[in-house]
Nanobody, 121 residues
């Protein structure tokens, strides 16, 4: 079993900041790409940012320059620093990790339970 536990969501005023964390635990041999996705009411889940095990990052255009993704490979943890938040950032944010559970196994995608981020105007 692999569990992803997110924390750090909440209510913030426009222009404010929040930092999300997501820790992967359980039967993990290695962790590949990790990322954050979000889903607003009535909309499809969309990519926010991803980071490889080597630290290469990718961002949605809507968050470039405002959000920063990082990770601590020793802790199997990924972070999302969100600055200059806007009401349009309001959504449930989900953590994703691509995990190999054994040396001989295949990689699989795992998801956290989601954390609510609400930005008031």
């Amino acid at each position: 079993q692999v569990q992803l536990v997110e924390s750090g969501g909440g209510l913030v005023q426009a222009g404010g900041s929040l930092r999300l964390s997501c820790a992967a635990s359980g039967s993990i041999f290695s962790t590949g790409d990790m990322g954050w996705y979000r889903q607003a009411p009535g909309k499809q889940r969309e990519l926010v940012a991803t980071i490889t095990s080597g630290g290469s990052t990718n961002y949605a255009d809507s968050v470039k320059g405002r959000f920063t993704i990082s990770r601590d490979n020793t802790k199997n943890t990924v972070y999302l620093q969100m600055n200059d938040l806007k009401p349009g950032d309001t959504a449930v944010y989900y953590c994703n990790a691509n995990v190999k559970r054994t040396p001989w196994g295949v990689r699989g995608d795992y998801w956290g339970q989601g954390t609510q981020v609400t930005v008031s105007s």
